[in-house]
């Protein structure tokens, strides 16, 4: 996971909403077309704790996965929890890269990427070398949040500036519209769908929105803060309190409504 910010990442935090994270990339992986080797060579840029990249090697337990990121921590829990040999005779492993400069000297059957392309500015740019990667009949699938104008991002870049962080946080055109995407990977000669889904999460504990973004979009304010507890917690109190307004707890937790946006394009064969 990249941003000009370079936040840290706690592989512990990020997990304790596993299974809502881990949704959307299921449901991108539903969506992907059989792919065109019998034993195929995949790539998951920005894996994470690997916790994701796992769900490729049951849906192609033949195939060699590699999991990128850049974050070392994140790295150690994938190294230690997923990797090795798969139930199919495939492999699953992680390397350390970055998504704004990654190539592959090899063909690949499938690029995915999850949550992860927000945090790379203009990594449209990329989108013509990794598709060219691909083997003919090869998919390149992502999804990115599109939730940049909700009110846990909105508040979160309001309060920044008051807290001396006005350039560490994205904006809302960090990811494109649904239509730019499909513009894009049609003009690379692909076969695209392009769509998105808003989950209405139901979160349970106290301040769970606030935890759920400790884990993700809140990490550059956390990075930059580390070494200023009191400036951290004067920032957090602030964002606590406007949270709580914005998204009330109800009867049987605290609804989280939460955009996405799904890409799956097809190199032709």
């Not at 894996?47 to 060699?64: D, F, I, K, S, Y």
């Not at 560490?168 to 990977?185: I, S, T």
Request: proline share 9%; glycine share 8%.
């Amino acid at each position: 996971m990249s941003t000009a910010a370079t936040p840290t990442w706690d592989p512990a935090q990020y997990l304790r909403h596993a299974g809502h994270r881990a949704r959307p990339f299921a449901d991108l992986l539903a969506h992907v077309p059989d792919l065109p080797a019998e034993r195929p060579r995949i790539a998951d840029l920005g894996c994470g704790p690997g916790n994701v990249t796992a769900l490729l090697a049951e849906r192609w337990p033949t195939a060699h996965i590699t999991g990128y990121d850049n974050s070392a921590e994140m790295l150690d829990k994938a190294h230690v929890e997923h990797e090795g040999p798969t139930a199919g005779g495939g492999r699953l492993d992680f390397a350390p890269a970055d998504v704004r400069t990654w190539t592959t000297g090899e063909p690949h059957d499938l690029i995915v990427s999850n949550a992860t392309l927000q945090w790379v500015p203009g990594h449209t740019d990329r989108f013509a070398d990794w598709i060219t990667a691909l083997r003919p009949g090869g998919t390149f699938a992502f999804q990115v949040p599109g939730n940049f104008a909700a009110p846990s991002h909105r508040l979160m870049r309001d309060l920044a500036p008051r807290h001396g962080l006005a350039d560490v946080l994205r904006h809302d055109d960090a990811v494109l519209d649904p239509g730019d995407y499909l513009a894009r990977l049609a003009d690379l000669g692909c076969a695209a769908d392009v769509w998105e889904t808003t989950y209405v999460h139901l979160l349970t504990g106290e301040d769970p929105v606030l935890d759920w973004v400790k884990g993700t979009g809140l990490r550059p304010v956390l990075t930059a803060l580390a070494d200023d507890p009191e400036r951290r917690e004067a920032f957090l109190d602030e964002y606590r309190t406007a949270l709580r307004e914005a998204y009330p707890a109800g009867a049987h937790g605290t609804p989280f409504p939460f955009r996405r946006i799904f890409a799956v394009a097809r190199r032709e064969a």
